[in-house]
């Protein structure tokens, strides 16, 4: 943890401090060594909340974008009494969730329940040579579009599409998705075509919107292009900037 309870006050740590856990109120040790980030630790045998993970600097880094009020910000359920420890909760309550360990599908599913309002982003440094980046989509809100129905395979990439008046009696007439190439040129806002091998398919069970960290300033939501169709994923592209502005955190 980055923030322990020291008389009341939420302080950073600090060599040889001593505080309280915001959660279970139990001590806290402020570990300010040489191999890891400075951080607070519960005394050994002590682990309060089972969603945490051990902090990175690629954790910290991503933080420190909010002020420290809304950084590591107890979400406590009234009805359960359940509390867990958001990585960051902005001033629109919207919790933002840095996720860098593998993650257990029940577990994503009792922290979306839990949080609700709240966004995955994801260091997707290990796996992202797994992913190829395919070619631009269309809007697709643009009502070029809306009679053109786009298909594509998560393993290879591939894209085909047809087109509404075209369906017969259940019968529908594919065609090459290079046909509307030029037309969807004009239309793209960010969406992209793309491959996975061996996805991590936790994140393509998400109900809440993620955002995998590929780093080098850029952020891709993985997306559903179609919402009605589960196999219709693609990859939005987002400057990072944009991303953290846009959620009230503050870029230097």
């Known amino acids: 943890m980055k923030f322990s309870l020291v ?3 939420r302080l950073p ?3 040889k401090g001593r505080g309280i856990c915001p959660v279970c109120g139990y001590k806290t040790v402020a570990r300010c060594g040489t191999q890891k980030i400075w951080h607070w630790a519960h005394r050994p045998g002590k682990e309060c909340d089972k969603w945490w993970e051990s902090e990175t600097e690629w954790h910290r880094d991503w ?3 909010w002020p420290d009020e809304n950084q590591e910000v107890v979400h406590f359920d009234e009805e ?3 509390k867990h420890i958001a990585d960051v909760k902005n001033d629109n309550a919207v919790v933002i969730e840095f996720q860098n360990s593998p993650l257990a599908l029940d577990e994503l599913r009792s922290r979306e329940l839990f949080y609700k309002n709240m966004i995955w982003i994801v260091n997707a440094e290990k796996f992202q040579h797994n992913i190829k980046i395919g070619g631009k989509l269309p809007n697709p809100n643009n009502e070029e579009f809306k009679e053109i129905c786009l298909y594509s395979t998560l393993k290879n990439g591939h894209w085909i599409f047809y087109r509404r008046s075209d369906e017969r009696d259940g019968w529908r007439l594919c065609q090459p998705f290079p046909e509307i ?3 969807i040129e004009s239309s793209h806002i960010g969406h992209y075509s793309f491959s996975w091998k061996r996805p991590k398919k936790v994140w393509l069970n998400a109900t809440k919107p ?3 960290d590929f780093g080098y300033g850029t952020l891709w939501n993985l997306c559903r292009f179609t919402p009605d169709k589960p196999d219709s994923f693609c990859l939005r592209k987002y400057n990072t900037q944009q991303v953290i502005s846009l959620y009230g955190g503050m870029v230097n």
Do not use: S
């Open 7 to 9: 008389n009341g006050e």
């Open 210 to 212: 993620v955002l995998f």
């Open 13 to 15: 740590p600090f060599p």
């Open 80 to 82: 359960t009494g359940e």
């Open 63 to 65: 933080k420190e974008y």
């Open 181 to 183: 190439e030029d037309n």
